[in-house]
Nanobody, 127 residues
C-alpha cells in the first residue's frame, strides 16, 4: 500500500494550487480518503475527507471550517488518484500536506481512523 503526494510548492496569497495523491496496492475506490496538514509547531489537523465505497454515499465530503468554500477534495477512482484543489490561499495554509487512507469506506476527520499515510508535499503561501 502506497500513497504519493505531489503538487505542492510556493503560492502567493490569493493564489491556487492543486495537490494530487496517487494510490497503489489497494482497491482505491473502496476506501475513504483524507487530506491532513501540519504546520511547524502545530498539531496535524484534518483538512478534508471523502468517502469511498458504493452507493449513494460514495463521494461524500467533509471540510475543516478554516478551508470550507476555498478547498475542494475530489477523487478519480479510474486513476487511483485523490485531489485537493486549494483556492484563495492564505499564509496560514502553509504546512506539510499529507493524504491518508481510511480503514473503511466512510469519511472521517479522526486521524486514528487512517491506517496509511503519504510522505507529504509542502505548501508555502507567501508574497
Amino acid at each position: 500500500v502506497q500513497l504519493v503526494e505531489s503538487g505542492g510548492g510556493l503560492a502567493q496569497p490569493g493564489g491556487s494550487l492543486r495537490l494530487s495523491c496517487t494510490a497503489s496496492g489497494f482497491i482505491f475506490s473502496a476506501y475513504g480518503m483524507g487530506w491532513f496538514r501540519q504546520a511547524p509547531g502545530k498539531e496535524r489537523e484534518c483538512v478534508a475527507t471523502i468517502s469511498g465505497g458504493r452507493g449513494g454515499t460514495t463521494g461524500t465530503t467533509s471540510y475543516a471550517d478554516s478551508v470550507k468554500d476555498r478547498f475542494t477534495i475530489s477523487r478519480d477512482n479510474a486513476k487511483n488518484t485523490l485531489y485537493l484543489q486549494m483556492n484563495s490561499l492564505k499564509p496560514e495554509d502553509t504546512a506539510l500536506y499529507h493524504c491518508a487512507k481510511s480503514r473503511g469506506w466512510a469519511w472521517s476527520p479522526r486521524q486514528g481512523d487512517y491506517v496509511t499515510w503519504g510522505q507529504g508535499t509542502q505548501v508555502t503561501v507567501s508574497s
